[in-house]
């Protein structure tokens, strides 16, 4: 099951990066219950994109993509010549985002916070991958709701705001990415 998903992926991503004008090549491993993409590339910095963005939105719109085709398919990292292994290497530094766990346990206590006070709390700015672990962190919490504010001034992700469910606009939709 688990090459079927490589193949799969592989194929996605090479269509994806012929797609977008670029010529690569793509190789998927299995880790433990996910996936990397390796990609390798002459236009390295153009796929990437500055800060990254351009990768990440890649990165989100191929999970979207292979989570349509199979509900149960697991996460896709890509990582294009090793920018994702230097750039942890490095060590914490302003670009860095908090890692997954991290970011449930902040949202989990932001909500907390916000049902013991009754005021709406504001948390990031959060690039779309970490702003998609917070609402789907606080999706079952029937207190409280989620949505994703305007870009920051720096241009580094939205703000996520969390408030009690009372507060919520009839008009608006729940998880606002």
Not at 64 to 81: G, T
Not at 95 to 124: F, H, M, N, Y
Request: charged share 35%; glycine share 6%.
């Amino acid at each position: 099951m688990m090459k079927d998903h490589e193949n799969l992926c592989r194929e996605c991503l090479l269509k994806m990066i012929q797609f977008l004008g670029f010529s690569a090549d793509v190789e998927v491993q299995s880790e433990e219950r996910s996936l990397v993409a390796h990609i390798k590339t002459e236009e390295t910095a153009r796929l990437i994109g500055r800060r990254g963005r351009h990768l990440e939105n890649l990165e989100m719109l191929l999970n979207r993509l292979l989570k349509q085709q199979d509900a149960e398919f697991p996460p896709v990292a890509i990582d294009i010549d090793g920018y994702r292994r230097k750039k942890r290497g490095r060590g914490a530094n302003s670009e860095d985002q908090p890692d997954e766990e991290e970011i449930k346990q902040l949202a989990s206590e932001t909500a907390e916070e916000v049902r013991r006070w009754g005021e709406s709390r504001t948390l990031g700015p959060y690039k779309s991958g970490a702003r998609r672990i917070i609402h789907q962190a606080l999706n079952q919490d029937p207190e409280v709701t989620t949505s994703s504010g305007e870009e920051s001034s720096s241009g580094d992700g939205k703000y996520v705001e969390i408030r009690l469910q009372s507060e919520q606009d009839v008009s608006e939709e729940p998880y606002e990415n």
